[in-house]
């Protein structure tokens, strides 16, 4: 039996007939008829991420044409329309203001017009987060269909991944080894083709973690943009959110606790972006699913990195996926029981049937459970009088920093540090290679006003380079903590996402250029050595000033958001669940 769908409401209303006529004319000066809108089949919207300005979600522009046929092929009526671009390299001062901009755009649109069923087509960074939060929060059935990472890059025989060639760039650049022109060489290399980062950045770990929830057929995230694959995909994805409508199958029931826990599991064995962490607590809580600050440690920290890819390891998506993409690496959790995959998904069946058969044929890209990369490869959750929440990614730890900070005879897991403390990164890069400061391997360099509303929106800076003459004497990592965030391509081992942040009065406001902090792994604390009598006394000297907003949303946003620690989101936006179920009144 069909279901009555919610754009009947609109264009099938007995009651409101003199509406439908209104509704209805206008889609036919594009060739829509009456007959297709007033048929009873669903509505699915295609929620458009690609544009010009959005370079890593472009190659939708033409995946949409596939989704579209899918979607007629299968029994619905596609539509189309944009989201707010979001641009994580090029958006200034950060593309994290737009994650709740295009999050509260899509409720808006997904409430407001006759749409049954949506496609949400991710890419870059926060495009994913953004559409599974508004998603979450309309409920109506929804799933993700990602662009796909780009071709692999290569240059002089090497691998060169985006984001983390021009973080390696950089510093060859500061050591005097190449020149801006090689540099520039480097970057393009590393993007060879349409799709978004190679590497398992932020995008790769965001569309990896809408599959480990269930919001994408299997085997989605990892399929390079240009492959076949990609476009049969699209299809494929077409024709099944018109049963996912027909079924009336909601992102209520597939968002749950278990596939966020599932999420926080995956990330930890794909050496998963940080910025996974503040997506992931928004996602949840748009979905009205509790994650606490100890899951991170007591579900994530212990989880051993199975994935071979750059940052944390050496190669690229083309690599990923021909080894089996997602699914094989959870595969290797779900063997070791470490999932929770009797959890129902997109594709109708569980998670765990979705598993089944998915070994890797290729083991030196996913390595097994019990002979892993790297052991407890999870995010490690700090505290103390700095803040009271931040993270650390231990995947990327190289053994050299290892060594020089971690293993020290008799303080293992401790260390203490000078501060040098920058506020905004302009500081940062003004004073950073200044003489006079004497920045050496004993030092941290930490950076506060980079908050969502300090900056405002949280910025990725985190990752701060040590000085030129520190980097020319082969120091390619300084201990780093701020209140901002970091690439996920990044291979430096920060303490980041700290909240709350120095904008809103959090420890980091008190700390001074010369002080000691002393990071103790063991006990999971970060603190500076400066006495309770000395950080009340620092307070009458007020906050740290941040820049004003440059536009109206900035100010809206810096009003309505919160802080990392819970997902830096639009807090007010978490009271409204479920609105795709209460129509919205006629408009004429
Ligand atoms: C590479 C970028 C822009 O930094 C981001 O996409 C990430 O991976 O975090």
């Known amino acids: 039996m069909t279901r009555r769908y919610r754009s009947q409401d609109w264009f099938d209303n007995p009651d409101h007939i003199d509406m439908t006529a209104l509704y209805l004319e206008r889609f036919m000066n594009y060739g829509i008829t009456p007959e297709e809108l007033r048929s009873g089949k669903p509505i699915i ?37 944009p989201l707010h671009p979001i641009f994580e390299n090029c958006r200034r001062p950060t593309a994290a203001i737009d994650r709740n901009l295009a999050y509260m755009g899509l409720v808006e649109i ?37 662009g796909g990472p780009m071709l692999d890059g290569w240059l002089d025989g090497e691998l060169v991944g985006s984001g983390a060639a021009i973080w390696k760039g950089r510093r060859r650049l500061a050591a005097g080894e190449i020149d801006n022109e090689k540099f520039l060489e480097i970057a393009a290399a590393s993007a060879p083709s349409a799709g978004h980062c190679n590497t398992m950045g932020t995008a790769s770990t965001m569309n990896a973690i809408a599959e480990a ?49 599932d999420a926080i599991v995956t990330n930890a064995a794909i050496g998963g972006s940080t910025n996974a962490q503040q997506h992931i607590m928004a996602m949840a809580r748009h979905a009205g699913v509790e994650i606490h600050t100890e899951d991170w440690m007591k579900y994530g920290h212990d989880v051993p990195l199975l994935l071979n ?70 995010f490690f959750v700090l505290s103390g009088n700095l803040f009271d929440f931040a993270i650390m990614k231990t995947s990327v730890i190289s053994e050299d920093f290892r060594q020089r900070y971690l293993k020290q005879p008799g303080h293992e897991g401790v260390f203490e540090c000078r501060a040098i403390v920058f506020d905004g ?35 990725e800076v985190v990752n701060m380079q040590p000085p030129d003459a520190l980097i020319k004497r ?53 603190n500076m050595l400066v006495d309770d009598a000395e950080i009340e006394r620092r307070k009458a000297d007020g906050i740290p ?17 919160g802080q990392m620690q819970s997902g830096a989101c639009m807090e ?17």
Request: hydrophobic share 35%; charged share 20%.
């Open 110 to 146: 997904l409430h407001g017009y006759p749409i049954d069923a949506v496609v949400l087509t991710t890419g870059c960074d926060k495009t994913t987060p953004s559409q599974l939060m508004a998603a979450a929060t309309v409920d109506i059935p929804a799933i993700v269909l990602s």
């Open 309 to 378: 890819m750059q940052p944390s390891g050496k190669y690229l998506g083309e690599r990923f996926h021909r080894a089996g993409g997602v699914p094989a690496v959870m595969w290797e959790l779900e063997q070791k029981g470490k999932l929770r995959s009797q959890r129902l998904t997109v594709t109708g069946k569980t998670m765990a049937e979705n598993l089944a058969g998915r070994e890797t044929n290729d083991r030196e890209m996913i390595w097994p459970f019990d002979a892993p990369l790297k052991e407890k490869a999870g």
């Open 572 to 588: 007010l936006a978490l009271e409204y669940r479920n609105v795709g179920a209460v129509l919205p009144r006629h408009n004429h």
């Open 45 to 81: 919207g295609i929620a458009q991420s690609g544009s010009d300005i959005s370079p890593c979600n472009r190659i939708h522009l033409d995946l949409a044409k596939r989704v579209r046929d899918g979607i007629r092929d299968a029994g619905g009526i596609p539509m189309e329309f």
């Open 213 to 261: 929830l269930g919001m994408s057929l299997t085997g989605c995230s990892a399929i390079p943009a240009p492959y076949r694959e990609r476009g049969q995909m699209a299809y494929e994805t077409g024709r099944r959110i018109v049963a996912l409508a027909e079924q009336d199958i909601r992102p209520s029931a597939i968002l749950t606790r278990d596939a966020f826990l």
């Open 474 to 526: 082969g120091i390619n990592n300084l201990p780093t903590l701020g209140d901002g965030r970091q690439s996920g391509t990044s291979d430096s081992p920060s303490i980041l996402n700290a909240s709350p942040e120095s904008a809103v009065g959090g420890g980091l406001a008190w700390i001074r250029t010369g002080d000691t902090i002393r990071i103790d792994l063991n006990n999971g604390t970060a």
């Open 425 to 459: 990164s302009d500081d940062y890069h003004k004073r950073i290679n200044d003489p006079s400061l004497n920045i050496d391997e004993n030092c941290i360099l930490v950076i506060r006003g980079a908050g969502p509303i300090g900056w405002p929106g949280s910025a």
């Open 545 to 561: 000033p941040v820049p004003p907003s440059q536009t109206p949303w900035q100010e809206i946003y810096r009003s309505t958001v």
